[in-house]
T-cell receptor, first 112, second 111 residues
Framework: EPEVTQTPSHQVTQMGQEVILRCVPI?????FYWYRQILGQKVEFLVS????????KSEIFDDQFSVERPDGSNFTLKIRSTKLEDSAMYFC??????????FGPGTRLTVL | GQQVMQIPQYQHVQEGEDFTTYCNSS?????IQWYKQRPGGHPVFLIQ?????EVKKQKRLTFQFGEAKKNSSLHITATQTTDVGTYFC???????????FGQGTILTVHP
């Protein structure tokens, strides 16, 4: 069964550093998402991406965040200057229109 | 924005007992999805409900969407230890598929 993959599985960084989280969505999906989950809390929407542009974003997704689909397979989330409160599990997801989301295994980001 | 209340927050059951989690919204929902997250894992899509009063079954799992499309429930019959995890409802509502997750119900099954 096709699956979403994410790298790295764990990223440790210093506050103020830039990080790039990478995802390979399911190949025939057209909608791509980033969500995050702080330990023990609910899953929070960050951004959705369709047709090579951001379609929706949450208030969490400020100017420090950006997304890109640099080629036909990868989907990346960049955090320009990380803060302590950015520490969380970041999930990439993809879907077909109107269908359930397929989530990747996540990248655990730790900001020191 | 859309908000949803999910209860209970925690549920401990003995293996073989039934389990139910509920989601309630103050606004009418276009659809609702249910996800399961195993400890240390990622959310896994279970089902989507779209129609008023809809009932769907997956083996021991029964999903319901309220007549007014403001609430939903997930019922597990005769729980097993493999059912352990957090069950989330998630509200869909936009054409681009943004989901608003509930707080989740953490299910523990004692053998």
């Amino acid at each position: 069964e096709p699956e979403v993959t994410q790298t790295p599985s764990h990223q440790v960084t210093q506050m103020g550093q830039e990080v790039i989280l990478r995802c390979v969505p399911i190949s025939n999906h057209l909608y791509f998402y980033w969500y995050r989950q702080i330990l023990g809390q609910k899953v929070e929407f960050l951004v959705s991406f369709y047709n090579n542009e951001i379609s929706e974003k949450s208030e969490i997704f400020d100017d420090q965040f950006s997304v890109e689909r640099p080629d036909g397979s990868n989907f990346t989330l960049k955090i320009r200057s990380t803060k302590l409160e950015d520490s969380a599990m970041y999930f990439c997801a993809s879907s077909s229109r109107g269908q359930g989301k397929y989530f990747g295994p996540g990248t655990r980001l730790t900001v020191l | 924005g859309q908000q949803v209340m999910q209860i209970p927050q925690y549920q401990h059951v003995q293996e073989g007992e039934d389990f139910t989690t509920y989601c309630n919204s103050s606004t009418t929902l276009s659809n609702i999805q249910w996800y399961k997250q195993r400890p240390g894992g990622h959310p896994v899509f279970l089902i989507q409900l779209v129609k008023s009063g809809e009932v769907k079954k997956q083996k021991r799992l029964t999903f319901q969407f309220g007549e007014a499309k403001k609430n939903s429930s997930l019922h597990i019959t005769a729980t097993q230890t493999t059912d352990v995890g957090t069950y989330f409802c998630a509200l869909g509502g936009t054409s681009y598929g943004k989901l608003t997750f509930g707080q989740g119900t953490i299910l523990t099954v004692h053998p």
